[in-house]
């Protein structure tokens, strides 16, 4: 049990610690807003993170099928919504996310649903997941319920501890910024989320165009 616990541990730091566009993002949100922010940001990837896993470790063979036939697809319109994501960031105007402490419940719903969609659109994760499992050889038709269901929840964890690691570094160079350096932030934030969109949607394409 206790390798299994370890294992799922590395395995949500794995995938959640690659520098893409949610790590920017989180990165934003806490120089902006604050390590809570970036924290519930972080979670919401990791929510939909564990989906995948979920599918992955329990052999949903239906779901990964489908993505995997739907896959130019998600991978299209999680493209496209990336880019937009970072055209707003890029025109966010930092002076207003400071004034929203009065609708924090609102604010961290939003940050949560936001990360999650992001997360959810780019199926590519089960690639990640299924190369991790079969490394660690983290679980087989012989792992019992109880034993998988541990493994999940240290995926979480793992995760988790990842995006409260991040947050909390960035958060001390939090008040080295003013209105200007914040608004610089999220120029540089969504510049590079659009930069990333834009080659993820013209590998995507052209690999289609390659088959």
């Not at 995938?15 to 920017?24: K, R």
């Not at 961290?108 to 999650?116: A, E, K, L, N």
């Not at 034993?147 to 008040?175: K, P, Q």
Request: glycine residues 10%; contains cysteine; hydrophobic residues 55%.
């Amino acid at each position: 049990m206790f390798e299994t616990i370890w294992k799922g541990i590395i395995i949500g730091i794995c995938v959640s610690a690659p520098m893409g566009p949610i790590g920017v993002l989180v990165i934003q949100r806490t120089l902006n807003r604050g390590k809570y922010y970036g924290i519930v940001t972080g979670l919401g990837a990791t929510a939909s993170d564990l989906l995948y896993a979920i599918a992955t470790g329990y052999g949903m063979s239906f779901v990964v099928d489908f993505l995997q036939a739907h896959q130019f697809g998600f991978q299209t319109f999680g493209s496209i919504f990336v880019l937009l994501f970072g055209f707003y960031l890029f025109r966010s105007n930092p002076v207003r996310q400071l004034t929203k402490k009065t609708e924090m419940k609102e604010s961290y719903m939003q940050d949560f649903g936001t990360s999650f969609a992001l997360t959810i659109s780019n199926p590519l994760i089960i690639v990640l997941l299924m190369a991790l499992y079969a490394r660690f050889n983290f679980i087989n038709q012989q792992t019992s319920f109880l034993e998988s269901a541990v493994g999940m929840v240290s995926i979480l964890l793992g995760a988790a501890a990842w995006w409260f690691l991040l947050t909390s570094i960035v958060n001390l160079f939090r008040n080295k910024f003013n209105v200007r350096g914040l608004r610089f932030v999220n120029v540089i934030t969504g510049s590079l989320i659009m930069t990333l969109a834009l080659i993820s949607l013209i590998l995507t394409l052209a690999g289609d165009i390659l088959l």
